[in-house]
């Protein structure tokens, strides 16, 4: 089941792509806030003005623009898209963020700490204050308090309180974000330090307003498309965890669309799959302790923003997505190349490595929303050839490794393979890695993956 933020997302996406192929995207954005919360409407906020201004800053970002860089708050939605109309190319997100903070839409939530609820008897024992390591909490007129200038939030108070009085809140973007790139400004809004973000996604999952957009190249990809131009759409192996259909079905109603041609990356997973067992038997024969992989973007970012002398360990094989894009361009000399998948963090190796355009699977199925295009009634797509097994496996955690271990095959080398893997990545990731890089943890083969589960989790996955 979805939430009303994500159904909202999704509503104004197939609105927006509606629009488009009516031609009248120009002459009814401005007339999407009012039509989706009219005056005598309910409102989800504290009005219906302000679940307006939210709507408007989404399409924003629909558009391209990130709600950051508005400098004329009277600026018409209408002049967003004659802008993003006449570019030649989405932003570059290489440098900056796929992310953008919607400040109309953050909640403004305190900021995370220990809190004494109103079940507190006050009782003789008194466990939460003789367990403070810290002597914050006090009894008063028989409730216990906390000295925030002394609390540390180690939660050892939560633990031992018989009433359960005592609770510890969170702020659900800076809970999930593996990195500590989320903060508050001076007046409590969201901000993201691009510095430390590694575009992971999970604050965009996990915020309960919707407050973290994606900047979108949806509409650019729209453009390509109703101009004629040669596009080939690069479909992520987790598809085929998204959809009620089979994968061939999704191919034909992608083709619907207008690409010139639709590929599996999982194709390019194959030629990533064989050149990672070479370097992998190359560094093992050489006598290096260890190698991981590198197909999640997000995971190479951490490296190298925050434990870059761990990147002499990280496999120098490009993604599947990269070699996937070789082989349309191949094929189809000329092409341009979008890559769909679940992924945030794609959009920013996408705009570092040629790839022209990225959708999620949300934008995708909204494409094909707005044009009435039902997957399960068409007919199977005619692959030149499936990828194999192993290559489509690599979107769930260990997939790649299985991938790795069946192209090494026999295991006829001087080394023995002692393949681990990090199923998602958390605030205790770089300690794990760092352990793994000493040796204390053994294993000379590391899968790491950013999502939980692989990228069949990823945050902008179809199905939650």
Partial sequence: MIDGSVFLRRELMIRFVRAFYNGSLETELDRFPVEMRPRQDHSSRCCIYHDRAVIKYRLMNLLGFSCEEETDEARTLASYCREAMERKTPADVSEKLPLSVCEAGCSECPSSKVVITGNCRGCFSRPCMYSCPKGAISVVNQVSTIDYSKCIQCGKCTAVCPYHAIVKTTVPCENACPTGAIHKDSDGHTRIDVSKCISCGNCFAKCPFSAILERSQMLDVLKALKNGEKVVAMVAPAAASQIAGTIEQLFTAISKLGFTDVIEVALGAEDTTQHEAEEFRERMNAGEKLMTTSCCPAYVEMVKKFLPEFMQYVSTTPSPMIYAAERARKDIPGCKVVFIGPCVAKRVEASRKNIDFVLSFEELFAMLAGKNIDVISCAPWQMPRPAAATARNFARSCGVTEAVIA??????????????????????????????????????????????????????????
């Avoid at 192209?407 to 393979?417: H, N, R, T």
């Avoid at 990090?422 to 294993?443: E, Q, R």
């Fill in 407 to 464: 192209s090494l095959g026999g295991f006829k080398e001087d080394f023995k393979l002692d393949a681990k893997a990090i199923n998602g990545i958390d605030k205790k990731s770089l300690s794990m890695l760092k352990l793994y890089a000493s040796g204390k943890l053994p294993a000379n083969f590391l899968e790491v993956m950013c999502c939980p589960g692989g990228c069949v989790n990823g945050p902008c996955s179809l199905k939650k």
